[in-house]
């Protein structure tokens, strides 16, 4: 008998999936049961990418990191007994545009019940606006002219009812509307390559995820939903930041600065391989240095870390 536990039941499809982050450094799987509103992970899987394999957070060899990304499947999977057929990608990297954008619709009828139809009508207006605000960031960033951008992630964020603040709207009545929705774009290019990693490994996409909406949302506490908070991480090549604000995430941005450009300052300034440059990094930031090493490792890194800073800001 199969130590694999195949979904072939309707409900155990839609209950089970693979998570997917595809980071500059490693690749990273889960295996996830869905519970209610809660998720229970089954099994984990971690796999190194080859050093040129992504750039800027977006793939830049495709066979390279399809071969990592079925390594950390399997291991994955061995751990989990099962194997999903729907993938979470979390999406990340300088071209990636996530930010809220806030719809005020004055209804005409302000007796009659708020309809689905209304909302999903709003719900594309906010997006066919969004889209247009994105493409044309894109363009002027990377000054490549005429640039196709694509909706990725949608989530409602906030709606109101006559300024009374509701998780459903359909069903009650007022004059004024107001929908506020996060929305995650990337480029085409960008998403084609996400799609063709997905295709090969054999899942189905059941959603793209941008990876600071996702942290910021997984890791908020109730205080920080009320007061507001800046989540930051610093992965192998980018940096990822969510604002969250009045409720709701704000708007993400993405840093072509990641650790390994602390990496190469090290090496570079002291003479090192990569990987001494690594982990002498490690012992830094784990308080294993001497006080002449940290003093130094400290000082050569503050510039970067000034850059960082100012781009958070």
């Known amino acids: 008998m199969s130590k694999f536990k195949f979904l072939r039941k309707r409900s155990d499809y839609f209950r089970h999936f693979t998570v997917l982050d595809i980071g500059t450094d490693l690749i990273k799987v889960l295996v996830v049961r869905r519970d209610g509103l809660d ?38 999977e061995d751990m989990a007994k099962t194997v999903p057929g729907q993938v979470v990608v979390g999406i990340a990297g300088e071209l990636i545009k996530g930010f809220s954008s806030t719809i005020a619709y004055p209804r005409e009828d302000t007796k009659g019940r708020v309809r689905g139809g209304e909302v999903s009508a709003m719900l594309q207006m906010v997006q ?37 603040p509701v998780t459903n709207p359909v069903g009650f009545t007022g004059r004024n509307l107001e929908i506020t929705v996060f929305n995650t774009f990337a480029p085409m290019t960008h998403i084609d390559a996400i799609d063709t990693v997905v295709r090969e490994l054999d899942l189905e996409l059941a959603a793209a995820v941008a990876q600071p909406y996702a942290l910021a949302r997984a890791c908020a506490s109730e ?75 400290s000082e050569l890194l503050s510039a970067d870390a000034e850059v960082l800073l100012q781009g958070l800001a």
């Open 39 to 76: 998720g229970e992970v089954l099994g984990v899987g971690r796999e190194p990418q080859a050093p040129a394999a992504m750039s800027g957070g977006a793939i830049a060899d495709l066979e390279s990191v399809i071969q990592s990304c079925n390594r950390a499947l399997e291991a994955a």
């Open 128 to 164: 066919r606006r969004a889209l247009r605000e994105a493409q044309h960031l894109l363009e002027l960033e990377r000054s490549y002219g005429q640039l196709e951008a694509r909706l990725v992630h949608s989530a409602i964020t906030n709606i109101r009812v006559d300024g009374y």
């Open 223 to 297: 205080e920080t939903w009320a007061e507001g908070g800046i989540f930051v991480d610093i992965g192998g090549g980018t940096t990822d930041v969510a604002l969250v604000r009045d409720g709701g995430v704000e708007g993400t941005r993405m840093f072509n600065l990641g650790g390994r450009a602390f990496t190469r300052r090290l090496a570079l300034a002291f003479g090192l391989s990569y990987e001494e440059a690594e982990a002498r990094k490690l012992r830094h930031s784990e308080g294993l240095l001497s006080a002449e090493q940290h003093r130094q490792v």
